[in-house]
């Protein structure tokens, strides 16, 4: 589906983290929309280096990019002889997905570097090509603030949340600075869809409750996961929110999800419902302190100024991902 009239044939695009989640699912739609259009992924894929919580320190996986025709650079963020690789390119639309995703991380020195220092060489690319830079931020900058999050109240309350709360800051000075410049920042909500299988134990709840289901085993919940309420939003919904971004003129931070929170619970059910099980729910403690008990974007201003209307309900979103959910049961991760 063509979310605006903006053509993007015969336009340099550059998606870092281009073989993860949402970078994939972005490179897919140009190519897909806009078959002559240049479109670079550039991402450092997945190698076996871990973080101390046991998590791959990079999810990028091959196969979200199997059937891709474009460019893809191996390339590290954090590199500038990497980042060099792009000299040869000159973007008009820069997409910047790539980052340490994982909001367990508590390496406060590995997160800073990544999502925060390669900013600033994105933002000279940015500015040096004359190119709309959309990047990704996240709900994280609330932290546990009441619903609804709202965008001037921020928070953060882990150093996940702190780097993507710092971008917005270094964005927001460069817009000053160079006021003909288009930077948008993205705070997504829960997203969930195809492309992130490959993210492992941090992918949404509803590919892991998918599979614990289609595994025959009864869906395991925090105790009161019918109170423990989150924005989750479709793929199709942010990749919505990144073109529609493209389109505006002025500078800023927008909320990306629903508005309409939903409970764990919610999900759990509606899987049994579309997988066909009756196996209940078990429940155990929250082991986490300081867990987002309730999220909701408010997205007037995402609305207002970006023409952004989040389409996929939670039931047709989880329905539409049920085939992709049984294909990649029990398919290899690593
Ligand atoms: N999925 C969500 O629910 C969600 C919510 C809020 C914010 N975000 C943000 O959206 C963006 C995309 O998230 P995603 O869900 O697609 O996650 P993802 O982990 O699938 O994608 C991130 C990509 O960045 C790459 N990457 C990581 N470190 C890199 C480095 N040093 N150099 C080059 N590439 C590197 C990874 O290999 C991966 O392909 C991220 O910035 C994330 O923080 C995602």
């Known amino acids: 589906m063509i979310h605006n009239n903006i053509d993007f044939n015969k336009k340099t695009i550059l998606i870092t983290g281009g073989a993860g989640f949402i970078g994939s699912n972005l490179a897919f739609y140009f190519q897909e929309n806009y078959p002559d259009s240049h479109v670079v992924v550039f991402d450092c894929f997945r190698s076996e280096a871990t973080f101390a919580n046991g998590n791959l320190q990079s999810f990028g996986h091959y196969k979200n990019l199997i059937g891709f025709v474009g460019d893809v650079v191996c390339g590290n963020i954090n590199s500038k002889v990497d980042l060099a690789l792009l ?101 997504f909500f829960n997203v969930y869809g195809a492309g992130e299988y490959y993210k492992a134990k941090t992918a949404s709840m509803v590919i892991q409750l998918g599979h614990q289901i289609l595994n025959g085993k009864t869906p395991r919940l925090f105790n009161g996961s019918n109170k423990i309420m989150r924005d989750f939003i479709n793929i199709d919904d942010v990749i919505q929110a990144n073109i529609k971004a493209c389109n505006t003129t002025q500078s800023g931070v927008y909320n990306v999800g629903t508005g309409k929170p939903r409970s764990f619970q919610d999900i759990a059910d509606l899987l049994q419902q579309e997988l066909g099980t009756n196996l209940g729910t078990e429940y155990f403690p929250n082991p986490y302190d300081g867990y987002q008990m309730d999220t909701q974007a408010d997205i007037n201003s995402t609305r207002d100024n970006l023409n952004f209307e989040p389409k996929v309900s939670l039931e047709a979103g989880i329905k539409a991902y049920i085939p992709e959910i049984r294909r990649l049961h029990n398919e290899d991760i690593s």
């Open 87 to 187: 000299d040869d390119y000159k973007f008009d639309f820069i997409f910047h997905q790539a980052a340490i995703s994982d909001t367990r991380v508590h390496d406060q020195e590995i997160l800073m570097r990544t999502n925060v220092n390669s900013f600033y060489d994105l933002l000279a690319k940015a500015k040096y090509d004359d190119a709309v830079i959309v990047y990704a931020s996240s709900a994280a900058t609330y932290g546990s603030l009441p619903s609804p999050q709202t965008i001037g109240k921020e928070n953060p309350e882990n150093p996940y949340g702190f780097s993507k709360y710092v971008m917005e800051q270094i964005a927001r000075q460069y817009g000053k600075e160079n006021p003909d410049m288009v930077i948008v920042g993205l705070r």
